[in-house]
């Protein structure tokens, strides 16, 4: 049985200088395959990290991770990869936790260069070896360049210690990977990445685990993208070693993976310096060698999975360019919730305008009190000729009826503004709530209209009454209406406008404005008329009505900023989802363009005898 001895090191050797000698046979240069793919993965790359996923979606979540892997691999592989095709072929060996992986790799290498031991999790950072020829292409960081390189081992997961062992062919390195079903949360992770960078997975698992859930995940992982893989069966019974081999072999067929090479270990025990027996692992020792020696071979293995991943990356480009639209469509709902509440409150308003619900109450007693008393009413029609020259006299003395009625006005608008308002913060906030994405932005104060409201409503109505008095002086302009009556009359009649504004869009009373203002609506349209003439007063009417409705609509605006500068920080920029796809497209196009998917011969060496299957 395999066992574990304390853990080792075995010293890393300085950096040394890149191979100065020609590519191997085979293998293409540095930029081989153009700069056009390696530009069109740069446009991905930044298409991918302008992409945003704030919303709560139940989409946002996966696509943060899938941007970050992506990201990753495009770091960590593609890109470094694709710049020198001919750097040395880097195996990760990755598994289950007390699989053996540290053990195999150490036996592999002939040194202690990984620690392994009975405690898990063993591998808690990352180690790579490499024949001293090859250290500095992994010195320089262009592979895996989120990692910190040490000489020294460490329980860091963001450091890479990289050991060099002479006994290791040039032109391939091992990289002990952390476990895939670690405990410790950034072991795990940091495994899926180190599994994404490598050129040739070496998957090794046991006897008594070679069935569970994560390695196959990971493996169906790996097939999706076209990665390279073979399998080591570790520490099997000799007497269940057919079995068990027979039906790891049907297990991987089933999900498309019988092309990998599968050797198996039995069961046996370490030596002094905690390695294996030459005899266990001569037959991987020996597919490996053949593999350093063949460099069409290396070739192959890193054009296929360096293909794979490329032709990978189109569909999970599509998944976030989806996600991406998905915030986009999430946040114009809420938008759209937001302003059709906001709406409505605008459709009260206009209504309370044209129904005659503001002349009931206050404002009409105060306009009653006005413009005289009911003898007035009889008479006005009959001496709307004199009334012209005595409109103002008629009231000079009395200034406290106008203050009041303007004040009245003011109050009834204040108070249907208020209550629209409440009503469409209150609507805006249901819609939003019942929402996923709307949920998550909410704030209680959200539900009622602004603190301040009240204060800006009366200052929206002391404002639109003084733009009623400009209309009035603009109209009055050209005729002596003005300079004859002074500012009295020019107060006097904008009061008209208003009541006129307050009871119908077309200054026409219907029958039941006449009733609810009890006859005041003729009044103040015989007043204007006199004054004016009848196009002159339905323009002013018209003009006040458009005047108040903007400035209504401005506060209603307002008031809807509340909840829509939330989407509109939250919310992606309007083409994430074009454009990932078209830094995909370009890609694809690319990739077609390279050749890369051109290898003759099979990516692996040819299977051996003895435990390779």
């Not at 809420?334 to 109450?361: I, M, N, T």
């Amino acid at each position: 049985m395999t066992t574990h001895g304390d853990p080792a090191t075995h010293p890393g050797a300085p950096a040394v200088a890149a191979r100065t000698g020609p590519p191997d046979a085979g293998e293409g240069p540095p930029g081989t395959t153009g700069d056009g793919l390696s530009a069109a993965l740069a446009g991905l790359r930044a298409a991918i990290d302008a992409a945003r996923f704030p919303l709560a979606l139940p989409s946002a979540e996966p696509a943060r991770h899938a941007a970050v892997g992506l990201t990753d691999q495009l770091d960590d592989y593609l890109l470094p990869r694709l710049a020198r095709l001919d750097a040395p072929l880097l195996v990760v060996v990755g598994g289950s936790t007390g699989a053996g992986k540290s053990t195999l790799v150490n036996s592999l290498v002939q040194a202690r260069v990984s620690a392994a031991g009975v405690l898990r999790p063993t591998t808690r950072s990352p180690v790579l070896v490499c024949n001293p020829t090859d250290s500095a292409w992994f010195r320089q960081g262009e592979l895996l360049p989120g990692l910190t390189r040490t000489n020294e081992p460490s329980e860091n997961p963001g450091i890479l210690h990289l050991v060099t062992a002479p006994a290791l062919p040039a032109g391939l390195a091992f990289l002990d990977a952390p476990d895939i079903d670690s405990v410790v949360d950034a072991n795990r992770a940091l495994a899926g990445q180190l599994l994404a960078a490598a050129d040739l997975w070496l998957f090794v698992t046991t006897a008594a685990r070679y069935a569970d859930a994560v390695p196959w995940e990971l493996l169906r992982s790996a097939r999706a993208r076209g990665a390279v893989i073979a399998m080591v069966l570790d520490r099997v019974p000799p007497e269940a070693a057919d079995e068990i081999a027979a039906h790891l072999s049907e297990m991987l067929a089933a999900q498309g993976l019988d092309a990998a090479p599968l050797f198996v270990l039995p069961e046996t025990w370490v030596d002094g310096q905690g390695l294996l027996p030459d005899k266990v692992t001569a037959p991987l020792s020996t597919w490996f060698s053949r593999l350093a020696a063949d460099a069409d071979a290396r070739s192959a293995v890193v054009r296929q999975t360096l293909d794979g991943a490329l032709a990978a990356l189109h569909p999970a480009v599509d998944g976030l360019a989806d996600a991406a639209d998905e915030q986009a469509a999430a946040a114009d709902a809420l938008d759209e919730r937001v302003r059709a509440a906001y709406r409505g409150a605008r459709r009260s308003v206009e209504q309370g305008l044209s129904d005659g619900r503001l002349l009931r109450g206050e404002v009409l007693a105060r306009w009653q009190e006005f413009v005289g008393t009911g003898e007035f009413f009889r008479t006005l029609e009959a001496r709307i000729g004199r009334f012209r020259d005595r409109v103002v006299a008629a009231v000079t003395g009395r200034p406290a009826p106008a203050a009041e009625l303007r004040n009245a006005i003011e109050s009834q608008l204040v108070t249907l503004l208020r209550g629209v308002a409440s009503e469409a913060a209150e609507n805006a906030y249901t819609g939003w709530k019942a929402h996923p994405a709307g949920a998550a932005l909410l704030d209680p104060p959200l539900a009622h209209a602004s603190d301040d409201l009240a204060e800006r409503a009366e200052r929206l109505v002391r404002d639109w009454q003084r733009g009623v008095l400009d209309l009035v002086r603009e109209e009055g302009g050209d005729r002596r209406f003005v300079a004859r009556t002074a500012a009295y009359a020019v107060n006097a009649t904008g009061l008209a406008v208003m009541i006129a504004v307050f009871a119908s869009t077309a200054f026409i009373p219907t029958g039941l404005e006449v009733a609810t203002g009890a006859g005041t609506t003729v009044a103040a349209q015989a007043v204007l008329q006199a004054i004016f003439g009848d196009q002159a007063v339905r323009n002013l009417a018209n003009k006040a009505r458009v005047d108040l409705l903007d400035r209504v609509g401005a506060l209603l605006e307002e008031e809807a900023t509340r909840f829509l500068d939330r989407t509109a920080a939250a919310r992606p920029a309007a083409e994430t989802g074009t454009a990932l796809r078209e830094a995909a497209g370009e890609v694809e196009m690319a990739r077609h363009r390279s050749g890369l998917s051109r290898t003759d011969g099979p990516a692996l060496p040819p299977a051996g005898a003895g435990g390779e299957r």
